[in-house]
């Protein structure tokens, strides 16, 4: 295999990663925007995953396992909600409990359904996403370097990923041009602000709130939908956190998400290439080791490249109403 075909290859593959890393990133962003702190996308995932995987299984429809997925993902979203706007409770610890809480359930919920350790059974045909060719994919494949690009890297992916790609362009969209997105945004800065105006802070609040675990239920259910032929459990392996490592390096702007996202995706689809390659001076480098990469990596960009990140100000402190 050529240089060429092997930087498609791992291209290809970092997009494929990256896009529930995208989705959860998204929602943190949306959350965050609106000062409510959620350390729980990874619960949140994971939840959805499995009901995704469960309800495709029982009506053999992926569409409708998207739906369960984010309804899933949805109810504990509003959970984290409660606690945190509702009751003004440690937005920390409670994500935390949601994290808890779904690694928890999942697991032994599956394994009473299903008997199999906590795994659904396999998906197949209309259960799962099928990849989408583009128009002219096949056509451009002779093209040299762009027809591979377009044929391999941009097209043949599920619907889910343009649909990671539409959702980071209307939440740019919807954070800086609309008004309701506005108002997200001054209530993650300065809610007595918002409140003066006569706006409810704690109904913008939810909304993100919601908008955020609809993000984590289409990440979830790609998961097992689509990058995956069922539902495993842990399959999130710590997705949720990298993608708030990816909202910090981005600075909390959806394009710059975008980017974040695909090179934490991208690191990923290179240490599964160099999984069993012996390299010079070193050898047959520890699968372990190889699969600690990523993780590494991304606390080495943090430290080192990132330069100051400015959360939203009023992030992680519950709005008590001034009488």
Request: proline share 5%.
């Amino acid at each position: 295999m050529d240089a060429l075909s092997i930087a498609i290859a791992v291209f290809d593959s970092g997009v494929r990663l990256s896009v529930p890393l995208l989705f959860a990133c998204l929602a943190g962003l949306w959350s965050e925007r609106s000062g409510v702190v959620d350390i729980g996308l990874e619960g949140k995932m994971l939840v959805a995953a499995f009901a995704a995987a469960a309800a495709a299984h029982a009506t053999h429809s992926a569409w409708i396992g998207v739906l369960a997925g984010v309804g899933a993902s949805v109810a504990f979203a509003l959970v984290h909600g409660f606690a945190a706007i509702s009751q003004r409770g440690n937005q920390i610890v409670s994500g935390v409990a949601i994290n808890m809480l779904a690694a928890g359930l999942t697991a032994l919920v599956g394994n009473a359904w299903y008997s199999q350790g906590g795994r659904t059974p396999p998906l197949d045909g209309a259960a799962r996403f099928q990849p989408v060719t583009l128009p002219g994919a096949e056509a451009a494949r002779g093209v040299p370097v762009i027809g591979p690009l377009y044929a391999d890297v941009l097209s043949s992916h599920t619907v889910l990923v343009y649909g990671a790609l539409l959702a980071t362009l209307l939440t740019a969209v919807a954070l800086k041009r609309t008004r309701f997105g506005l108002r997200i945004r001054a209530v993650g800065e300065n809610p007595a602000a918002v409140d003066t105006a006569g706006v409810s802070v704690a109904a913008l609040r939810y909304a993100a709130v919601i908008i955020a675990g609809v993000l984590c239920g289409f990440g979830g259910a790609y998961l097992s939908l689509a990058q995956a032929a069922g539902f495993l459990p842990g399959m999130t392996a710590g997705k949720g956190f990298i993608a708030l490592a990816a909202l910090i390096f981005a600075k909390w702007r959806a394009w710059p998400a975008l980017g974040a996202c695909f090179l934490f995706g991208l690191l990923d689809a290179i240490s599964i290439r160099l999984q069993g390659v012996s390299l010079p001076w070193v050898g047959l480098v520890p699968v372990q080791a190889i699969q600690a990469l990523p993780y590494a990596l991304t606390v080495v960009l943090l430290a080192g490249f990132i330069g100051r990140a400015i959360p939203p100000r009023a992030s992680g402190l519950p709005y008590v109403k001034e009488r």
